[in-house]
């Protein structure tokens, strides 16, 4: 399946699945203004300069985690996470107020590790697909006064636990592949690389 956000064409497929049909129907699907396609190779086009994103996935196991659910209570620390987390980010409790009162906000499971002290450290947001689907982690974050103490793989894995939990059959993650450190976190919490994604771009936009 795929759909159209803004001029980009983003598809994805069942595991396996030969892309090649929906690749060579996509000049046919698509008009002029979409340009680009997320990780969808057609015929023709170029595969842009900018980095791919690698795609992991973790299949659920038992783990332990200093992870809790993000409660009412914890939004505001887990804003200042986030803030921290991503430079330049303008996220404020606002948005999350938003993005939890939205028609997916029932979806979302979100985790939180706090330092002994009771500091926010880590923080991640799963999404839940439904029963037996792969649930997809965004955004994972850790507090730039707290990294390298395992405070990440711990949230990652909390959120992890709580989509399987719910039923999802696995959990999925993308990170820009010269991030490596989040793909080193990932690997640690047991994540496995599953491909590397590309961006096309026809030929007279790239």
């Known amino acids: 399946m795929g759909f159209l956000d803004g001029p980009v064409l983003r598809v994805t497929g069942a595991p396996d699945t030969d892309l090649g049909a929906v690749a060579a129907d996509a000049e046919d699907l698509l ?3 979409n340009a680009r396609t997320d990780g969808l190779p057609v015929p023709g086009w170029r595969p842009r300069a900018e980095e791919p994103r690698l795609v992991f996935s973790w299949t659920p ?11 009412e209570s914890d939004a505001a620390d887990r804003v200042r996470v986030h803030r921290s987390a991503f430079t330049g980010s303008t996220f404020a409790l606002k ?10 906000g029932h979806l979302a499971v979100e985790t939180l590790v706090r330092t002994p002290d009771g500091d926010a450290a880590a923080t991640a947001t799963g999404w839940f697909a439904g029963p037996g689907r792969c649930g997809l982690l965004e955004p994972v974050g850790t507090h730039a006064d707290h990294r ?3 405070y990440g793989r711990d949230a990652v894995l909390g959120a992890c ?3 399987a939990d719910r039923g999802a059959s696995a959990v999925a993650v993308l990170t820009p592949a010269a991030n490596e450190a989040a793909a080193a976190l990932y690997r640690s919490a047991g994540f496995t ?5 590309h961006d096309w771009t026809r030929p007279d936009h790239a």
Not at 61 to 71: F, G, I, K
Not at 95 to 104: G, I, K, L, Q, V
């Open 31 to 33: 008009v002029r203004g």
């Open 193 to 197: 690389l599953v491909r590397e994604n």
């Open 61 to 71: 196991r038992p783990v332990a985690t200093r992870a809790l659910p993000v409660e």
């Open 148 to 150: 390298g103490r395992g």
């Open 161 to 163: 636990a709580a989509l």
């Open 95 to 104: 948005h999350w107020e938003t993005m939890r009162a939205s028609p997916a």
